[in-house]
């Protein structure tokens, strides 16, 4: 089965760095678009960036010239550096792929199970 499994979560500082992974695995034709989320407590899920299976990217204005997506296509993952960490970034981080099954010709939307990041003093 088609699935993503996030890694590299954990406690920084403020003004830190951590570097977020996060790798498809199973039966897969293609992935598509890939993004990461975040969800803190209490707040709504919001999207942190995007990356098309082209390269192009896409961020939310509050994490822009900090967080840097990329992707390795023929290791299936997409990685999120996050630097100069704000306390603003505590959050659960999913990882979220469009991704076509090598059975099936829809393309689909597949979650990671998350990985948190604490950003504390």
């Known amino acids: 089965q088609v699935q993503l499994v996030e890694s590299g979560g954990g406690l920084v500082q403020p003004g830190g760095s951590l570097r977020l992974s996060c790798a498809a695995s199973?039966?897969?034709?293609?992935?598509?678009?890939m993004a990461w989320y975040r969800q803190a407590p209490g707040k709504q899920r919001e999207l942190v960036a995007t990356?098309?299976?082209?390269?192009?990217?896409k961020y939310a204005d509050s994490v822009k010239e900090r967080f840097i997506i990329s992707r390795d296509n023929a290791k299936k993952m997409v990685n999120l550096q996050m630097n100069s960490l704000k306390f603003a970034d505590t959050a659960m981080y999913y990882c979220n792929g469009i991704i076509r099954p090598r059975s099936f010709s829809t393309w689909s939307p597949y979650w990671g199970q998350g990985t948190q990041v604490t950003v504390s003093s």
């Open positions: 990356i098309s299976s082209g390269g192009s990217t």
């Open positions: 199973g039966k897969i034709f293609s992935i598509n678009d």
